[in-house]
């Protein structure tokens, strides 16, 4: 079967550094997204890797490793504006999205 | 502005209620989804159009009929509301259905079936 799994809920301070967990099983890789969720608000695109590595954008990066079925989303500098949910979501063989269920991510002063 | 609309933006429906959701796109994307986001549970794909004219089944089409007569407009319809279908529904649009490709996100509609 196909499994997303990333952690239901993180806390962090403003200003820290955060890192949110992916883990993925799935019928074929084309890539993974992470998306950011407001509450009460549409999912919005913050990054995709297909190849191993680290894609930096701004205070956001993204680590992807193919071989370990694992990727992570690192926040720095954290704001208040940051507390969202991040999701996690995987391009299958047939190019559609398999979604985890997101971390809700609770930014403290 | 270019973007993703959807309308009704909530609705509170009875069981048994036909009920269609709107969902038009200016960004001449090919292709389009509809999902919907339960508490817990990560956006489940209802139906797919990868272009106009074609559409497809995604994790839970059960209840759900789409049509794609268009580029720009992919309407999702219940045809006889159950309580289970009560649920925030996603509309979304890619330039096409491909490696890579970023999908984006109508703002919502917030359906309950009492």
């Known amino acids: 079967g196909q499994n997303i799994d990333q952690p239901t809920e993180m806390t962090a301070t403003e200003g820290a550094i955060v890192q949110i967990n992916c883990t993925y099983q799935?019928?074929?890789?084309?890539?993974l997204f992470w998306y950011q969720q407001h509450a009460g608000e549409a999912p919005t695109f913050l990054s995709y890797n297909v190849l191993d590595g680290l894609e930096e954008k701004g205070r956001f990066s993204s680590f992807l490793s193919r071989s370990k079925g694992y990727s992570y989303l690192l926040l720095k500098e954290l704001q208040m504006k940051d507390s969202a949910s991040y999701l996690c979501a995987v391009m299958d063989s047939n190019y559609q999205l398999i979604w985890g269920a997101g971390t809700k991510l609770i930014i403290k002063p | 502005i270019a973007g993703i609309t959807q309308a009704p933006t909530s609705q509170i429906l009875a069981a048994g209620r036909r009920m269609t959701l709107r969902c038009t796109q200016d960004?001449?994307?090919?292709?389009m989804y509809w999902y919907r986001q339960d508490l817990g549970l990560g956006l489940r794909l209802i139906h797919y159009s990868n272009t106009a004219g074609t559409t497809g089944k995604g994790e839970v089409p059960d209840g759900y009929s789409v049509s794609r007569a268009n580029t720009d407009d992919f309407p999702l319809t219940l045809a006889s509301a159950v309580p289970s279908q009560t649920s925030v529904y996603f509309c979304?649009?890619?330039?096409?259905?491909?490696?890579?490709?970023?999908?984006?996100f109508g703002p919502g509609t917030r359906l309950t079936v009492l």
């Open positions: 960004m001449r994307h090919n292709a």
């Open positions: 799935t019928s074929g890789f084309n890539g």
């Open positions: 979304a649009s890619s330039e096409k259905a491909g490696v890579g490709d970023t999908q984006y």
